[in-house]
């Protein structure tokens, strides 16, 4: 693998957005981006600040999980200031934005599986992990990361080695993790304005979520429910029809999903 070089400069140079990352904070190797952008917000950065690191010590998963982030795959948190309204649609806005810069650097077809995994060829290729909170001035803060394995070796990792894959193994060649990082801000700004404007996007989300009309079993909290994914509502939340027919609402929040 040919390591490209990263770097501040390098980014701003190649990115076309107007508001997110109009700030770049970009780091070797970190312990995850999360924490460095949650110093960033103590220290009072601006929304659309991202922060990108080349690998992660302790990169972060969802409920106290692990994301594996050896060198060559992107890795970023964005920071923002929403209004409450828009904190539901992040993890949305998210994960389409990295099925857009996924096609754009190697038509390749990624998918969505509810609520925050991106997916190609049913192996997890990204992930999300949105966060929020307020400010000690009270103005209320999200941390949208993504990791996404572009030219990782997923497959020398035991932990992920059967459920996950990568842009380099799916495309079967090298991707520039500078355009992918670029791509990857230009459409989040895209779908950010979008949500901004007030359009939503979860029909888009929606569109592109592999799991509907799947059997599937959510465990959410300590209880676990099986049924078949019906459908979503605005706000993300899954409509599971249990076996007895009823209908009910999984929230998006905490929790992990099997087929
Ligand atoms: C996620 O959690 O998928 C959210 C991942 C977010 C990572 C980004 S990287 C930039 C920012 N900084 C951070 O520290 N984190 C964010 P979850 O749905 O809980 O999935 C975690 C599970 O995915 C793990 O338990 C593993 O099974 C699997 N996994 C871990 N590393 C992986 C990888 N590199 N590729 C595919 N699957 C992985």
């Known amino acids: 693998m040919t390591l490209e070089k990263i770097s501040e400069r390098a980014i701003r140079k190649h990115l076309d957005t107007r508001e997110i990352g109009r700030r770049i ?27 990108v690191a ?32 828009m904190l539901t649609s992040l993890t949305m806005v998210a994960c389409l934005a990295v099925l857009d810069c996924i096609q754009d ?18 192996k997890k290729v990204a992930g999300v992990l949105a ?7 009270g103005r209320i803060y999200a941390v949208v990361g993504i990791g996404i394995n572009a030219n990782s070796d997923v497959s020398g990792q035991p932990e992920i080695a059967d459920s996950a894959t990568s842009l380099i193994q799916t495309a079967g060649k090298e991707v520039s993790l500078l ?6 801000l230009a459409n989040f700004e895209k779908y950010f304005s979008q949500l901004s404007r007030g359009e939503p996007v979860w029909q888009q989300w929606r569109d592109s979520l592999v799991t509907l009309g799947q059997q599937v079993h959510v465990k959410s909290g300590h209880a676990t429910y099986s049924g078949v994914a019906e459908s979503v509502d605005s706000s ?23 087929t």
Do not use: F
Request: with cysteine; proline share 7%; glycine share 14%.
């Open 25 to 51: 904070v970009y780091r070797p190797a970190v312990s995850s981006t999360m924490d460095v952008a949650l110093s960033e917000i103590e220290q009072g950065a601006a929304h659309g600040t991202v922060v």
């Open 179 to 184: 355009a992918l990082i670029c791509g990857l």
């Open 105 to 122: 650097i190697g038509s390749l077809r990624a998918n969505i599986k509810w609520p925050n995994d991106v997916l190609i060829g049913g």
């Open 54 to 85: 080349g690998t992660q010590k302790k990169g972060k998963g969802r409920l106290r999980r692990n994301w594996i982030s050896p060198p060559g795959g992107v890795y970023l948190s964005i920071i923002l200031y929403p209004p409450p309204t």
């Open 131 to 137: 966060q929020s909170g307020k400010t000690q001035d």
């Open 236 to 258: 993300g939340d899954l409509l599971l029809r249990l076996a007895d027919g009823t209908l009910r609402e999984i929230p998006a929040g905490d929790v992990t999903l099997r």
